[in-house]
Nanobody
Framework: QVQLVESGGGLVQPGGSLRLSCVGS??????WRWYRQAPGRQRELVAV???????NYADSVKGRFTISRDNAKNSVYLQMNSLKPEDTAVYYC?????????WGQGTQVTVSE
């Protein structure tokens, strides 16, 4: 069974940090993405990491978020620093292999006092 399992979400104060993890099983993923969806808004792409390690970020998170991968563990991570209330959302990891996408179940991140 192909699946992605996320962890690391939670409640954090503004300015704080969280690290999200996503572990894949059943398939080796070559391209990883993190998306997020806030209440009443469309899902948006946050960060991408390609098989060669090249990364891309949404303008809203550049300089604050870092995506990384561990190929040996078939995993991707999202280090989130200097968190803001507008970062509150459900975060989803997405793994791609030969144009087939697999989604995780999502993990809630809430940034609030």
């Amino acid at each position: 069974q192909v699946q992605l399992v996320e962890s690391g979400g939670g409640l954090v104060q503004p300015g704080g940090s969280l690290r999200l993890s996503c572990v894949g099983s059943g398939r080796i993923f070559t391209l990883w993405r993190w998306y997020r969806q806030a209440p009443g808004r469309q899902r948006e792409l946050v960060a991408v990491i390609h098989s060669g390690g090249i990364t891309n970020y949404a303008d809203s998170v550049k300089g604050r978020f870092t995506i990384s991968r561990d190929n040996a563990k078939n995993s991707v991570y999202l280090q989130m620093n200097s968190l803001k209330p507008e970062d509150t959302a459900v975060y989803y990891c997405n793994g791609e292999y030969l144009s087939v996408n697999t989604w995780g179940q999502g993990t809630q991140v809430t940034v609030s006092e």
